[in-house]
């Protein structure tokens, strides 16, 4: 996909731009935008770069830096926190040999934090693309990364 | 206007429907803090500093961003509302570079009064400022990240005001910094150096490059011939410094304070204010006369030089080739007044004051070189820089009795103090031009069309018959407005006025802080004021610029004013 194609799909109005940035993200092989992406965003859209730029880095969703294939967002509000969170975080270093915010070796992986899931009933949670994971243990966890490694070759 | 009812710290008060507890307050003669709000930007409530009670509410309220209610009880001053401005601002200073007694806004930070006012004594906090390179790479503006309290102010400028968004916010929550797209340096971005952000920036963030070491050492240097020009709008600004109202003219003091300081000769750019007014007064008559490139664009304010060389340099053969008054002076000051008082003009040294941070990068400019070598300005301190000057010197600025100008760049006229205001050069100009091709006495030389702080404004002429239609336009959002009309073919003028910054010169990125438009008004009174007290209102009866013409550059546009007066701008475009 390119940056025109998605701001065909979705229009090159201010309030498309998220929407617009987002897909074009999630269609490149390291999960980011490129400063040259974001200046062809302005130049696409008429905005000023700094206003893109200050777009891209403010939302949690979209990354100005390279990322993994799959990104695993930990919840980091306090229903998850108080439900042990911490512990899980400490559990996913260990096993993706990477620290909050650094993608793993292989490139497979991104960590990171997010904000409310929006399903505190299962705390703690987490969600790896668009798939959400909840009432999560150590054992799940092992399970799911497993599930991905598989899945990359598919 | 309905009125609206409502207590203030048990004082009963009135005031329009819409007005916000800040303005309230301040009513009833009490100042609520804050960092973020500034009166001509739109509400941001960032800051969190002016946050009050108010009776049935859960939780503090920001006053900025509060509308009074009928009935609404309202306190400023309670123990929870102390507590909880003491910790926004222990929050902000631990993440702060806090050397307050070598920083260049010491004792007139916001942050700094705000902490002092609330009897701060001891941050409760951890410092875990990340210390970030302060950006100099602009020759005008410096930029220091670790000054920075988000507030967001230089943004809205930038984007609002000056339609440019070289400044935005990069991350959010505790990691946001506000910076140019991509982490970039100023000089590496089309920045204009107005210093506009610099003029709202309530801490030390952003601030002009401060260059008073250099001239301190020219003064002491006894091979040094150091002379001094000072700029139209400074007069008018300067006093505020020194705890005068705004609107004060302090012409006399001005040249006493410079005299003080030891500079070798005191002249007035308002001198070469009146002699841009012939050269470009008559390269817009032979424009009209010869088919040249119209509208003609006036040439004096060196950001919006810098505006149209990086964002519409196709329109750059509509720019006057007359030089800025500031850069016409120093080419005299070296090519001419040198000679005459048999001075090598590699040992003098010209300095200006001016209400500009653009003119530094102006002087910095390779074609602001009479010989090529040697700048024609050496040193450009801005009207903040002269104050701190003074103050290093200890210098009583309300003391000092008035002074005159020396000869002779010192005798200027009314026409020239105007182009400190928007409007003023189209003024001055007009006045001349009338007069030059008429023949004519003008019967009122107050052109108030093109008066006031109306971003765009229109004007027209009769000329003997011709009309001639004029155009005033002051920011560069309403620039890139008149720079749009005229690529359509819309723009049936024949000159366009335009200044970078909002209100003129008077308002520039280098005058004293604040940058309201209640601020603008009242420098721009001052102005006219100014023009109206001065026996000559007229460029070309400048009787120190005849003299000029006549011993040294013969005619206008002749061949010594084109080598010294005149220069050509190219594209920069990013």
Known sequence: MQVKDALDKYGRSPDKLIGAMLAYQNSTPCNYLTEDDIREFAKETGLPESRVHSVASFYSLLSTKPRGKYIVQVCYDVPCYVNDSLNLVKELERMLKAKMGETTEDGLFTLEYSSCLGCCDKAPAMQIGENLYGSLTKEKLSDILTEYRRKRHE | ?574
């Open chain 2, 1 to 574: 206007m309905n009125m609206v009812n409502l207590t203030i710290n048990n004082r009963a008060v009135s005031v329009p429907e819409g007005t916000s507890i800040l303005h309230a307050a301040k009513e009833t003669g009490i100042t609520i803090p804050n960092l973020c709000y500034h009166p001509d930007q739109e509400v941001k409530a960032n800051c969190r500093v002016c946050v009050v009670e108010v009776e049935g509410a859960k939780t503090l309220q920001a006053a900025c961003a509060t509308s009074v209610k009928e009935g609404m009880v309202v306190r400023t001053n309670t123990k929870k509302v102390r507590d909880s401005r003491k910790v926004v601002i222990e929050l902000l200073l631990a993440n702060h570079d806090m050397n307050c007694p070598s920083c260049s806004k010491n004792n007139h930070c916001g942050l700094q009064e705000i902490a002092a006012n609330l009897g701060v004594r001891e941050s409760r906090f951890q410092n875990v400022l990340e210390e970030q390179e302060i950006d100099t790479s602009s020759p005008s503006i410096v930029r220091n990240q670790n000054k920075c309290i988000k507030c967001g102010r230089c943004i809205q400028m930038c984007n609002q005001v000056q339609g440019l968004a070289i400044l935005d916010y990069i991350g959010r929550s505790d990691s946001a910094q506000v910076k140019p797209a991509f982490g970039w340096y100023l000089a590496d971005v089309a920045c204009v150096a107005c210093g506009q952000c610099s003029v709202v920036c309530p801490v030390a963030a952003i601030t002009e490059k401060e260059d008073i070491e250099q001239v301190w050492e020219a003064i002491n240097n006894p091979n040094k011939t150091v002379v001094v020009q000072t700029a139209p709008a400074v007069r008018v600004s300067l006093g505020e410094e020194f705890g005068m109202e705004p609107g004060e003219i302090v012409t006399g003091k001005l040249v006493a304070s410079l005299r003080t300081l030891g500079f070798d000769k005191i002249f007035d750019t308002d001198f070469t204010a009146d002699l841009t007014i012939i050269e470009e007064g008559h390269e817009l008559l032979q424009r009209i006369q010869e088919g040249g490139t119209l509208p003609m664009l006036t040439s004096c304010s060196p950001g919006w030089i810098n505006f149209i060389e990086q964002y519409y340099p196709e329109l750059l053969a509509h720019v006057s080739s007359c030089k800025s008054p500031q850069q016409m002076f120093g080419a005299l000051a070296k090519g001419y007044y040198a000679q005459k008082i048999g001075v090598d003009p590699q040992d003098i040294f010209s300095v200006s004051i001016m209400p500009c941070t653009a003119k530094k990068f102006e002087a910095d400019r390779d074609e602001m070189s009479v010989d090529g070598e040697n700048p024609d300005v050496d040193v450009v301190l801005t009207t903040r820089e002269l104050a701190k000057m003074l103050r290093q010197a200890g210098v009583d600025f309300n003391k000092l009795e008035e002074e005159e100008y020396d000869a002779p760049f010192g005798l200027s006229t009314g026409a020239a103090v105007i182009f400190g205001a928007t409007g003023g050069v189209m003024e001055a100009a007009l006045r001349t031009v009338y007069e030059v091709v008429t023949g004519k006495t003008l019967e009122s030389l107050d052109f108030k069309a093109v008066r006031g702080l109306e971003g765009i404004k229109e004007a027209e002429v009769d000329l003997d018959g011709t009309i001639v239609k004029v155009a005033v336009a002051h920011s560069l959002s309403n620039a890139r407005k008149v720079m749009e009309l005229i690529k359509s073919g819309k723009a049936e003028y024949a000159f366009i006025e335009i200044m970078c910054c909002p209100g003129g010169c008077i308002g520039g990125g280098g005058q004293p802080f604040g940058g309201t438009d209640e601020l603008r008004l009242k420098r721009i009174e001052a102005t006219y004021r100014a023009d109206t007290e001065l026996p000559i209102r007229k460029s070309h009866e400048n009787p120190a610029i005849k003299k000029l013409y006549e011993e040294f550059l013969g005619e206008p546009l002749g061949e010594i004013s084109h080598h010294l007066l005149h220069t050509h701008y190219h594209s920069r475009k990013h």
